[in-house]
């Protein structure tokens, strides 16, 4: 059902100008209605007109006071006169902020509260609609209730929103309005700003406040929803920053980054989510840093070289340790990559990642499980004696030329390993 987000309504004619109007289809589509719209009238040059042609209705629009209160007396001094679209005098000066006739009107006893045109709607309503602060003032000041909804189920505060009046919204809140009070949708000012989308400082103002992020309309929809549902992805950045939950799901069972995907604009919602989270571990680093310091030597000096290693009984050389830790850190990486990275659409990325993973993968295999290039050990009684006597007589039968354990002549670089308990060939140090 088409929501119209006016307060009044009349017909098309050269004395009026049309507002475009925004609406909410029930499955979350935005619709310009340009027909049987709600018009503000036009202050036309008096130049070009006879002023004795403008009934009293016209002469409020203009706010020619003079005229209109002589029009007044004339009709029959009756302050509550409604026109043919039932709409008072107090409606036309309130919606083109006459506040002269305002005053006088309310003077004379008008009804500040009298409602008029097809949405049942007050003065205040249209004044608040069209963002005229001081009219408002004026009407909240001579017993206009700003609690009363129109026949659309909207109020004040409501309908100063669906404009993006962030200084008359904070004016309404200050004098007692509450900013979680739903429409007849159980739409709260909140989800009013994040569709309309008109200003961002209107959002900002009600993200200071105590609002109610994640409130559900009677569609299941949370102002994140609407705010991707309406491509101002600027105002969901906003309301994630806020604190929204972004994994909660509306009465179709779809989350914001669903709606994002069915209006091609995922990319979008996904960049501005990662460069939120980028934003919040930059500015918590000195907080994450020192506490995976703590946690790591925690695991290592406590629970594996304690509980695991049985206070140093065992090394940790003689144990995968050591060799686990590339292995985890690559699994994990491949893991994330399979899992979250690899769908982003960038295909080139995706296929390098691909071929360096399974490099590094047999690279690191190899050099696990290859011969690092140990002197041949199986040497007869003959063959080694034959060794001593050629060192002693060249004079380098030295501890630096000779390895006592593995019986075996060393060559240059070459070095005993106690690990492995074997002579490695070009040993790196």
């Known amino acids: 059902m088409l929501k119209s987000l006016f307060g009044h309504k009349h017909s098309h004619d050269d004395k009026c100008r049309h507002g475009k109007e925004e609406s909410m289809f029930d499955d979350g589509t935005k619709s310009d209605n340009n027909d049987d719209c709600e018009t503000i009238p036009l202050t036309h040059s008096l130049e070009q007109e006879n002023i004795n042609n403008l009934d009293l209705f016209q002469l409020a629009q203009r706010g020619l006071k003079e005229d209109f209160i002589f029009e007044l007396q004339r009709s029959g001094n009756n ?37 008029g045109g097809q949405l049942s709607a007050t003065p205040l309503h249209w004044a608040a609609r069209a963002g005229h602060i001081h009219m408002v003032t004026i009407l909240l000041k001579n017993g206009a209730d700003p609690t009363l909804f129109d026949g659309q189920g909207y109020n004040a505060l409501h309908l100063a ?4 009046h962030h200084l008359l919204m904070l004016y309404l809140n200050a004098i007692g309005m509450d900013w979680n009070t739903p429409d007849s949708a159980s739409r709260t000012c909140l989800h009013w700003v994040a569709y309309q989308g008109n200003s961002l400082d209107s959002l900002k103002s009600l993200l200071k406040h105590n609002v109610g992020l994640d409130f559900l ?36 069972g779809k989350t914001a980054l669903d709606w994002a995907k069915e ?15 980028k934003e919040t571990i930059k500015n918590n680093w000195y907080i994450s840093f020192p506490v995976s310091l703590a946690v790591l030597s925690l695991i290592h000096n406590y629970i594996f070289m304690g509980y695991l290693l049985g206070n140093g009984q065992i090394k940790p050389v003689h144990t995968p340790y ?18 979250m990275i690899n769908d982003s659409g960038m295909m080139i990325e995706n296929i390098l990642m691909c071929i360096l993973s399974a490099v590094l993968i047999y690279s690191f295999y190899k050099s696990v499980v290859l011969n690092p290039g140990y002197l041949k050990l199986n040497l007869s009684q003959t063959e080694k004696q034959a060794v001593i006597i050629r060192l002693a007589e060249n004079g380098n039968l030295d501890a630096r030329h000779y390895c006592l354990t593995c019986e075996v002549g060393k060559p240059l670089r070459s070095k005993h390993c106690k690990i492995c308990d074997k002579c490695v060939a070009k040993f790196d140090q």
């Open 79 to 115: 302050p509550d006169l409604l026109d043919n679209e039932a709409c008072s005098s107090l409606h036309w000066a309130a919606i083109n902020n006459r506040i002269e006739v305002a005053l006088y009107l309310i003077s004379v006893k008008a009804t500040v509260d009298i409602r």
């Open 161 to 164: 929103a669906h404009a993006g």
């Open 217 to 252: 309309d009677n569609s299941g929809y949370t102002a994140l929803h609407w705010s991707v549902i309406a491509n101002h992805l600027d105002f969901s950045y906003e309301l994630v920053k806020a604190g929204c939950n972004i994994d909660v799901k509306d009465g179709q």
């Open 263 to 277: 209006r091609n604009t995922d990319e979008k919602f996904q960049k501005m989510l990662n460069d939120y989270y």
């Open 322 to 339: 050591l060799t686990s830790i590339p292995q985890a850190t690559i699994f994990y990486c491949v893991l994330d990559w399979m899992t």
